[in-house]
């Protein structure tokens, strides 16, 4: 009985070194992620000075934050609900602080799940077959949309999102646009796609200050 409850103990005691190995592993990886994102791009790391001395080491970079050519962004991990259910997501934000712009949403989709949408909610036709394949559109102001969404930038958006394995939205809402992810893999592509993201939204920022100017 001893030998069974000593055996057990150890058993128990390898699997708990085993999830905190996991655990660790992918915080380091996430880690190396955003301190190579912050390299690129300029950004200071940012941690929550309310968490407790361990919690903070392993945590030590919980957000970036910084200037891309004049416009502020940040990259953070919240949680958000996603069917009724919190997920923990990475977020990227990006200052676009334009009055009385309409919001809009870009939702990468399969091309099943697009024509199964589009008999139940309102989605804005590009006339781009390519872009409406692949993206699930949603604007207050359709007329507005289309005109920000040139074919370069289209054809952009498409390059940095198809064949990707993991696919965020895009959402312009209050003056600023966000870029959310969930389950980033912090690799080199991780890396690579946060930073073609910055690139993406900087170019609709500046569409939207270009038509809001016009308008």
């Known amino acids: 009985m001893i ?22 592993a992918v915080i380091g990886r996430r880690k190396a992620g955003l301190k190579a994102l912050a390299d690129r791009l300029s950004l200071d790391s940012i941690s929550d000075p309310n968490r407790l001395v361990w919690y903070r080491r392993w ?14 962004i940040i990259v953070e991990r919240t949680s ?5 259910r919190f997920k923990s997501v990475e977020v990227l934000r990006f200052a676009c602080p ?13 091309p099943l799940a697009y024509r199964l949408r589009r008999f139940r909610s309102r989605l804005v036709s590009t006339g781009d077959a390519p872009f409406d394949g692949f993206f699930a559109l949603k604007a207050e102001s359709p007329a507005f949309v289309l005109e920000l969404l040139n074919a370069p930038i289209r054809e ?3 390059q940095t ?8 939205v895009i959402c312009f809402s209050g003056g600023e646009l966000s870029y959310v ?9 991780g890396v690579d796609r946060f930073e073609s993201m910055v690139q993406r939204l900087y170019e609709l920022s500046l569409a939207v200050k270009v038509f809001t100017q016009e308008g």
Do not use: D, M, N
């Open 59 to 72: 945590f030590s970079l919980q957000r970036l934050q910084g200037l891309y050519r004049g416009h502020e």
């Open 181 to 189: 992810e969930a389950s980033v893999p912090w690799s080199s592509s």
């Open 156 to 158: 952009r958006l498409l």
């Open 80 to 84: 958000q609900r996603f069917s009724g």
């Open 98 to 110: 334009c009055v009385g712009v309409p919001a809009f949403e870009i939702h990468p989709v399969s």
């Open 3 to 24: 030998r069974l409850l000593l055996l057990t103990g150890i058993l128990l005691l390898g699997v708990l070194g085993l999830i905190c190995w996991l655990v660790r």
């Open 161 to 168: 999102f198809k064949g990707q394995r993991a696919r965020g």
